[in-house]
């Protein structure tokens, strides 16, 4: 069970806008790295909204580089990783417009999300938003501190794989007939249930 979970907050409403990023790395089942770092965003603008949900404020980070500067720290954390996020289209989506803000180039990209593996694990939860299933499954986190959050999406993902009996992320796709997520300098293919899975569901619908 190989990946890296991922998580960003933001100074504003712009994707562009990363404050703070974290990467933790799992090998064999085990968190065995994890790193975060404070970004100074461009424009330097925050809003109150945004500082009220994860606590960063201006100056935490007034000192800190840019995310066009810290890339090159960033990226071997990053590429050539399956990336994992709860709600995957926001972190990707994040990390894809602060490489091209920042004139970049955008790696090739995979990338699952614990979200969608969680609706497909454990069908009719009432929420399946990070903190209500970390609260569920006792996993002890401070919610949007994007290392805390890191952390408890890789401990959700690894408990979504004990309860399929899955060894391995392809495993984990494959029992729970998803389709792994792209991203590059082309564009974005947002992780899903795969097409033949769904025309199959719909047909039994229709034939009920």
């Known amino acids: 069970m190989d990946f890296t979970a991922i998580d960003f907050e933001t100074a504003n409403s712009a994707r562009h806008s990363a404050c703070q990023l974290a990467a933790v790395k799992v090998r064999d089942g085990r968190i065995v790295d994890q790193q975060c770092w404070l970004i100074r965003p ?3 603008a925050f809003s109150r909204m945004n500082i009220q949900v994860h606590g960063i404020h201006p100056e935490a980070v007034a000192s800190e580089p840019e ?3 810290c890339w090159s720290r960033i990226a071997p954390h990053l590429e050539d990783e399956c990336l994992i996020a709860h709600n995957a289209p926001f972190d990707i989506g994040v990390l894809r417009a602060c490489l091209l803000f920042h004139e970049l180039p955008v790696p090739e990209l995979q990338f699952s999300c614990t979200r969608l593996i969680s609706r497909n694990t454990w069908p009719g939860r009432p929420s399946y938003g990070l903190k209500a299933l970390a609260n569920w499954m006792n996993i002890s986190f401070r919610h949007h501190d994007a290392l805390e959050d890191s952390i408890a999406c890789a401990k959700l993902l690894l408990s979504a794989a004990d309860q ?3 060894d391995s992320l392809p495993q984990l796709e494959s ?3 998803l ?3 792209q991203a590059g300098s082309w564009g974005y293919r947002g992780a899903s249930r795969s097409r033949t899975t769904s025309r199959i569901r719909r047909r039994a ?3 009920t």
Request: contains cysteine; hydrophobic residues 35%.
């Open 175 to 177: 029992k729970l007939s």
């Open 67 to 69: 995310f066009g500067e």
């Open 42 to 44: 461009r424009p330097f």
């Open 164 to 166: 399929v009996g899955a």
């Open 179 to 181: 389709c792994r997520g």
């Open 205 to 207: 619908t229709d034939a």
